[in-house]
């Protein structure tokens, strides 16, 4: 590891001190660059940061917790009292001592020296964040799946053929929009290999409606306060006055866990839940700050790869051709001919679309002549398939599609859920509107995010920008719901 962070060190230092002059309007202007958050997995972590492995007593990097030996591996049970928390005066003082003891055993955890003390801008303790998409997703999520259908002499088995039966069947009836990117996952195909998107699908939308009349209802209302807790913590924005009451979401999961399980599912990823909140209040929502921008790049890196000679090159002229895409599409220097050539390499119908201010629209156009609440009747309206904002995909309803996504449910800026079943332009004032039928709701008990449909209301017609992002229609026969996407999260870390 000292291979690595000894030069990240010194180059991040130089950059800090020196910066980089960069010539902006004619201005030189000298850009110092800080490190200040690191988002890695449990064991990347323990490395960087001098600790003891996640198997180890004293192995939180935030507080100073005593694991416990509970069947021969390390558990985190409650503890009597609060653990004190890490900080960076505590942490100097343990590297001091492990220094001064020879290098024999580990000072509350801190097992040597690690090189980032000396990064100028970086602090030991917080400098490092839980990872949601490792700690919740990988970690929670993936063995509360497998706690359920593999204890079968437990009350909340639910791995008999039968209850797998229902679940799947319920599976396979969810269209998500595009936006999720994944299809839902069914619990008879193979276990471990879930990517942590279809894991988060299943945490934030589908495992409550899934589950319910299936799972015990006291094991499913103790796994709606870490549904609603993560929902909470991944909005676009998280005001820090709410934050206090996600926290006791968390801390009510974390010791009902040991109350209705064992205490050997107190694992570190669910001490780690602990200080999720926490981690909100010093870096902003979850989404700011996850491995999955940095999983994903691996994956964009790995697909550019198509040969085994030259595989620097390959991989540098892939970067090299999107980021002068990026910079001639956004620099305002280029005419339309070109900024329609850099879009042709990524969207494949660009020749049936059209561009305006509200978004990109798609289909053949036709004439829209009805009648609806909502629209001028001295304005003339063509109708589209199809329009994507800001990369969400809205989709207009269309009866019978087969398809195994649907973009034609819609969340509205005022909170309330509709169903999209035109998208119009308007001839004289190219302005969007949509035709929407509103869902008449009722939330479900403990989760703000999820309402279960009870009616529906007439076409009624509004302005598109009162459209604020797509949303989840989930259809599990006895029930239909209703959820909402956070916005940013799955945008930004497609
Ligand atoms: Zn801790």
């Known amino acids: 590891m000292d291979a690595f962070l000894t030069p990240f060190v010194e180059k991040m230092n130089l950059l800090l001190q020196d910066g980089i002059n960069t010539k902006r309007s004619g201005r030189i202007i000298n850009v110092k660059v800080l490190t200040l958050c690191c988002c890695v997995d449990t064991v990347a972590r323990a490395e960087m940061q001098c600790i003891v492995g996640h198997n180890g007593y004293n192995c939180c990097s935030w507080c100073l917790i005593q ?17 004190r928390d890490r900080t960076e005066r505590h942490y100097k003082k343990c590297y001091t001592l492990y220094a001064k003891g020879n290098k024999k055993s580990n000072v509350e955890g801190i097992k040597g020296i690690s090189p980032l003390v000396n990064l100028i801008s970086f602090r030991m303790v917080w400098g490092f964040v839980p990872d949601y998409m490792h700690c919740v997703l990988q970690g929670v999520t993936k063995r509360w799946i497998r706690l359920w259908m593999n204890n079968v002499d437990k009350q909340y088995y639910i791995g008999d053929p039968k209850n797998i039966g229902r679940i799947d069947d319920r599976m396979k009836r969810i269209r998500p929009p595009t936006l999720l990117k994944r299809l839902p996952f069914l619990m008879k195909n193979s276990k471990d290999m879930r990517k942590a998107r279809e894991l988060e699908n299943w945490l934030l939308f589908y495992s409550v409606p899934v589950l319910s009349g299936i799972l015990p209802g006291e094991i499913l209302k103790h796994w709606k306060l870490l549904v609603s807790a993560m929902h909470l913590l991944l909005q676009d924005s998280v005001p820090v006055d709410t934050i206090h009451e996600d926290e006791l979401l968390l801390i009510e999961f974390v ?23 926490e981690s909100v209040r010093k870096w902003g929502p979850l989404w700011s700050h996850t491995a999955f921008p940095f999983e994903n790049a691996i994956g964009v890196l790995k ?19 999107k980021s002068s895409r990026e910079i001639m599409m956004s620099s305002g220097f280029c005419g339309s001919e070109v900024v329609d050539f850099c879009e042709s390499i990524t969207v494949r119908d660009v020749n049936k679309s059209y561009r305006l201010a509200e978004g990109t629209f798609f ?11 909502g629209l001028q009747e001295n304005q003339t309206y063509t109708q589209h398939r199809k329009v994507i904002r800001n990369d969400v995909i809205y989709e207009r309803f269309v009866d019978g599609d087969t398809r195994r996504f ?12 509709a169903h999209l079943m035109n998208i119009l332009l308007c001839k ?11 869902l008449n709701c009722h ?11 009870t009616g529906i209301q007439p076409e009624v017609a509004c302005k598109f920008s009162m459209v604020k992002n797509v949303a989840i ?10 959820a909402s996407v956070p916005s940013c999260h799955y945008k930004m870390n497609l």
Request: charged share 25%.
């Open 363 to 373: 289909g053949k156009p036709s004439d829209y002549f009805d009648s609806v609440d």
């Open 428 to 438: 004289e004032t190219s302005e969007c509107h949509v035709i929407i039928k509103i």
């Open 473 to 482: 229609f989930i259809d599990v026969l006895s029930e239909q719901y209703v």
């Open 443 to 453: 939330a479900v008990e403990g989760l703000r995010h999820l309402r279960i449909i």
């Open 406 to 417: 649907d973009n034609s449910y819609v969340e509205l800026n005022n909170g309330d859920f």
């Open 303 to 321: 697909r550019v790869v198509k040969g085994a000679r030259g595989i620097p090159h390959q991989v540098t002229r892939s970067l090299e051709l």
């Open 255 to 277: 010791c009902k866990t040991q109350l209705i399980y064992v205490k050997g599912e107190m694992t570190y990823n669910v001490h780690q839940l602990l200080h999720l909140a």
């Open 67 to 83: 694991g416990e030996n509970v069947n021969g591996t390390v558990k985190f049970p409650i503890p009597d009292d609060i653990p």
